[in-house]
Nanobody, 119 residues
Framework: QVQLVESGGGLVQAGGSLRLSCAAS????????MGWFRQTPGQEREFVAR????????AYADSVKGRFTISRDNTKNTVYLQMNSLKPEDTAVYYC????????????WGQGTQVTVSS
């Protein structure tokens, strides 16, 4: 079973930066992709960014392109989300996921970390 541990959330002023980390562990864990979603109260969880593990290919939501960067450390099964030029509308709980196959049914989720951007 995959376990994901997130860290790095917090409170920051608009225009500031934060870096989120997500470390995956598990005896048989092998990543197909890892990435991030976010959720605000009363809203559905929305896609933020993802990386395909085999190629390093990345994808981003339009709302974060040019401001957020997803990266990884293969040796640690860890994915990072560098968030720059943060805006109040980026305020949300950020959830890391790890997917072990092409099926979204294989996704495991982290516990979530709060990011609050003040204006």
């Amino acid at each position: 079973q995959v376990q994901l541990v997130e860290s790095g959330g917090g409170l920051v002023q608009a225009g500031g930066s934060l870096r989120l980390s997500c470390a995956a562990s598990g005896r048989t864990f092998s990543a197909y992709s890892m990435g991030w979603f976010r959720q605000t109260p009363g809203q559905e969880r929305e896609f933020v960014a993802r990386m395909l593990w085999s190629t390093g290919s990345t994808a981003y939501a339009d709302s974060v392109k040019g401001r957020f960067t997803i990266s990884r450390d293969n040796t640690k099964n860890t994915v990072y989300l560098q968030m720059n030029s943060l805006k109040p509308e980026d305020t949300a709980v950020y959830y890391c996921y790890a997917q072990q196959s092409g099926s979204v049914l294989s996704r495991a989720w982290g516990q979530g970390t709060q990011v609050t951007v003040s204006s």
